[in-house]
């Protein structure tokens, strides 16, 4: 899949969530149904990355409750992870998402799959977060556009 | 209200101010907490980790206010009973105010949560907290947008430093309309919106439903899928009306957003909190590694990481006891000045008996060890506070999970060398139900601060001074060794299966604060003091009234023996030559010695407790245990320190025969009834190993039941330890004879 498309669907998908109305500070969103599913070829569980590498979130492919507690601490599809320590002997793995650490046991990282960061961006050293900063960037554009429309 | 809360909360008057602080964990919601409700107020329920609901009285402004602090929460969606324990409270409108802390650097992931509070229509005022740390990380939040969004006070704080506390304050006095109907409503799409408002009116019109205000959100978490609503929900849907409807919502959600329709559910959520996140924060670049990262190459080093972890334990028990050890020294000198200068002020007899080898002889006792207690909790405060602990847990995942523990039973286990109690609180946190019995199951072999001193006493009787520390360093040893046997003994048999994996959030490092830690300290401590003051005077006085009654020589009695000896001895002195006169004096005061020793044993065995001791023995002789030691195990059920007070109570009758006053030298002087010494080394550490494994005190056995309700595994956890104890002081005592040692 080629990477602006990915960046693509994700500020189409986050445009029309944040179609906001700050006086009734209410949101409203319409098309949820038909998020665009990350393909699944590409995607490569947690478990086999490397210490210091980057990827973006993919899928999770856990039982429910744990899905929903990583959701909760930020596992979402799109966000940039980065493996800060692999412990030896299937031990668990330490990652970071967003502005948290957080330590995994390895068959949860199993069940998360990732999909690598965009070809274009160089690789980690500032690189998955600038990947990260500049799709932040094209959603927070896209969101304050929608948001301008509507005012 | 969950029950704890009513009991403690005495102060629940009409227009008391009832503020809850929600939040997800490391938000610095126990600091907001310490913040609004000032230092050392009492703090109401037990003090642990906030692994219960704690509750103060405070002023805000000029009203009262109860400030309730509940235990950290990622979202509604309860994993650990913690989580449970805070939704339920949440649900059950315990509080007139929720004050959501959410922390400045973790903005997005934050709000997930406060989504949710603000769904069910709960009056929130969100305290945007660690606001400073996240402008050094180059983070910045509009918070007057994100009140216009979110239609609900937003206060920037900085609780550590104490920045904006005032405001929040304000904020909660503040009369402000949306604090009573906040009305948000995220919209779930085209296909969810009308069967989620189908069901929730299913929901309102059921009266017998005390929640139907939440009906809403209530209706979201169905069709999500949430068990536990589910189950509730179940108990007022008497025709079925509800889950007729639940199956055909369901299937129709299936229809049109494909078999994960739970999860899309879900993703509108968080598109939500995403889109407000965005449009609220900015975030320049992160520069070089944190200084957080830059700890954690080291301390979770794959290969450095556990010797670090075992040389900060190291470091922690050594400074317990070093530092303790002069504060212990002058408390014991002020027992011992105590009861000297009251000896014989108090009338003599029954009454200062009971005084002073009883109650200041008990309570004494423990009381010494309280610099301990204070030093090991300040030492475990500041690794938890920093963030060290969660590190720990980390590293040690892999062991753990050997044992068929789960990785978040790391942190009870290390707090079980303290106190068991607060420890099996704190299994909480672990969420999945079989690892949380099994921790349940095994903390109480972790010894803790009030087997310390019966180690102490016993190492210092019976072994060589050099090897005393190097003995006692052995026993936490052998503790751990014990639970790591046991809990793989237990999981292999009685809890086959995959434990749940680890999910552990480890906090950025923080410099712990003075006061938060002396407050962690002194909480325990309280609670500490709390049972040296009732169970173990209690014991004493129990322990005391058993030893002396029903009485065999009565004072008379003993009063008219001493009178024949002496009467027998002066007309003997009287007519001997000089020159024998000195020796026969010398021998009348030993027989006197031997008439009022005489009277004390035929006391104590005739007592109550002499004749529960002498049932015992027979059982406890194989271990090496003569009656006196069987009714301090007994005693130790109450509380382990109690072994120590009942011997000093049963000794104390006797030591003004021997040479050294105290219970050490006695013990070691202690004699059977042929006049052998009574107890060896062997016979010591035969019982140091029983009084690691046996039955644990009844504090431990009650929050053992309480945690373990609805589970049968309580009467297992009750008497596997004492089986436990029995084997293995049979073995190390009658094989030690084999070898030679006696």
Not at chain 1, 93 to 112: D, F, H, M, Q
Not at chain 2, 632 to 659: F, M, P, Q, W
Request: glycine share 10%; charged share 20%.
């Amino acid at each position: 899949m080629p990477p602006t498309m990915s960046l693509e669907s994700s500020c189409k998908r986050l445009a029309s969530w944040v179609a906001v109305s700050t006086e009734e500070s209410e949101i409203c969103s319409s098309n949820g149904a038909d998020v665009s599913q990350v393909e699944r070829g590409a995607l490569v569980p947690l478990a086999l990355l490397s210490e210091n590498d980057t990827c973006l979130i993919g899928d999770l492919r856990c039982r429910p409750a744990v899905r929903s507690r990583l959701l909760a601490l930020g596992f979402r599809s799109g966000t940039d992870v980065r493996l800060l320590r692999k412990c030896r002997g299937g031990g668990p793995i330490l990652v970071k998402v967003g502005n948290t650490r957080i330590g995994l046991a390895r068959s949860i990282c199993e069940t998360i799959l990732t999909s690598p960061v965009p070809a274009n961006a160089p690789s980690f050293g500032g690189a998955g977060s600038t990947n990260a900063s500049a799709q932040r960037k094209a959603l927070i554009g896209a969101a304050s556009t929608d948001a301008a429309q509507r005012d | 209200m969950p029950p704890n809360v009513t009991d403690s909360d005495p102060f629940a008057q009409v227009d008391t101010l009832r503020v809850a602080i929600a939040g997800a964990p490391n938000t610095g919601k126990t600091t907001v907490f310490n913040g609004l409700t000032g230092a050392f107020q009492h703090v109401a329920n037990f003090p642990g980790v906030t692994v219960e609901t704690k509750a103060t009285r405070a002023r805000v402004g000029k009203r009262q206010a109860v400030i309730i602090d509940l235990p950290g929460m990622y979202s509604f969606t309860a994993l650990t009973e913690d989580e449970r324990i805070a939704r339920r409270f949440l649900l059950d409108g315990g509080a007139d105010i929720i004050v959501n802390v959410v922390d400045a650097g973790n903005l997005e992931r934050n709000l997930f949560l406060t989504v949710q509070l603000l769904e069910l229509g709960l009056p929130v005022v969100v305290c945007l907290n660690m606001v400073d740390r996240a402008n050094t990380e180059g983070i910045t939040i509009d918070a007057d947008k994100l009140s216009r969004l979110l239609g609900v006070p937003v206060i920037p704080t900085a609780a550590r430093s104490g920045a904006g506390l005032t405001d929040l304050k304000a904020a909660l006095l503040e009369d402000t309309p949306s604090l009573h109907s906040p009305t948000l409503e995220v919209d779930y799409g085209a296909y969810a919106n009308p069967e989620i408002e189908k069901l929730a009116s299913i929901i309102r019109c059921s009266s017998a439903y005390p929640r139907a205000g939440h009906a809403r959100f209530l209706a979201v978490k169905l069709l999500e899928g949430d068990s536990e609503v589910e189950s509730e929900l179940e108990e007022i849907d008497a025709r079925g009306e509800l889950s007729a409807a639940l199956t055909e919502y369901r299937a129709s959600l299936r229809a049109h957003l494909g078999e994960e329709f739970a999860q899309r559910l879900t993703e509108h959520r968080l598109g939500y909190v995403s889109g407000i996140a965005r449009m609220v924060l900015s975030e320049s670049l992160p520069g070089a590694p944190s200084l957080t990262d830059r700890i954690d190459r080291y301390l979770t080093h794959p290969v450095l990481g556990v010797p670090i972890f075992l040389l900060v334990m190291w470091i922690l028990f050594a400074a317990v006891f070093i530092l303790a050890s002069p504060l212990v020294g002058s408390i014991q000198a002020g027992v011992d000045w105590l009861q000297a200068g009251l000896e014989g002020r108090l009338g003599g007899g029954m009454i200062e008996s009971l005084a002073l080898d009883g109650i200041l002889g008990g309570v004494g006792a423990v009381g010494i060890f309280v610099p301990n207690i204070f030093l090991l909790f300040l030492g475990i405060a500041i690794l938890e506070d920093s963030g060290y602990l969660a590190r720990a847990a980390f590293i040690m995942e892999r062991g753990m999970s050997r044992l068929g523990l789960p990785g978040r039973a790391f942190l009870p286990l290390v707090m079980g060398f303290g106190c068991n109690v607060p420890a099996i609180m704190a299994t909480r946190v672990i969420g999945e139900r079989r690892g949380r019995i099994l921790s349940i199951l095994v903390i109480p072999l972790v010894t803790c601060s009030a087997r310390m001193p019966v180690y102490i006493l016993l190492i210092g009787a019976f072994f060589p001074a050099v090897y005393a520390g190097s003995i006692l360093w052995g026993m936490y040893i052998l503790s751990a060794v014990f639970v790591a046997l046991i809990a793989k003994l237990f999981s292999s048999i009685l809890f086959k299966g995959e434990m749940s994996p680890m999910i552990l959030e480890l906090p950025p490092y923080l410099q712990p604060t003075l006061n938060g830690i002396l407050l962690h300290a002194w909480r325990h401590t309280r609670h500490y003091l709390t049972k040296a003051f009732t169970f173990i005077l209690a014991g004493a006085v129990i322990v005391w009234f058993a030893v002396t009654f029903p009485v065999s020589v009565s004072n008379a009695e003993l009063d008219g023996r001493i009178q024949a000896i002496e009467t027998d001895y002066l007309a003997r002195i009287a007519s001997a030559p000089a020159i024998e006169k000195e020796s026969l004096s010398s021998e009348r005061d030993e027989a006197l010695g031997a008439a009022k020793l005489d009277a004390a044993t035929e006391n104590i065995l005739g007592s109550l407790a002499g004749w529960t001791g002498r049932i015992l023995e027979p059982v406890l002789s194989p271990l090496g245990f003569d009656w006196r030691i069987g009714i301090g195990l007994l005693g130790g059920v109450l509380a382990k320190e109690i072994v120590i007070s009942t011997l000093g109570v049963i000794y104390n009758v006797n030591v003004d025969v021997g040479s050294d006053t105290s219970l050490r030298g006695a013990l070691a002087s202690a004699t059977r009834g042929d006049g052998a010494p009574a107890y060896s080394p062997l016979t010591a550490f035969s019982l140091m190993i029983f009084v690691l494994l046996y039955v644990p005190c009844v504090a431990t056995l009650a929050v053992q039941r309480k945690e373990l309700a609805g589970t049968r595994w309580f009467p297992f956890a009750a008497t596997y330890t004492t089986v436990l104890a029995y084997i293995v002081s049979l073995i190390v005592y009658q094989g030690g004879r084999l070898l030679g040692f006696a």
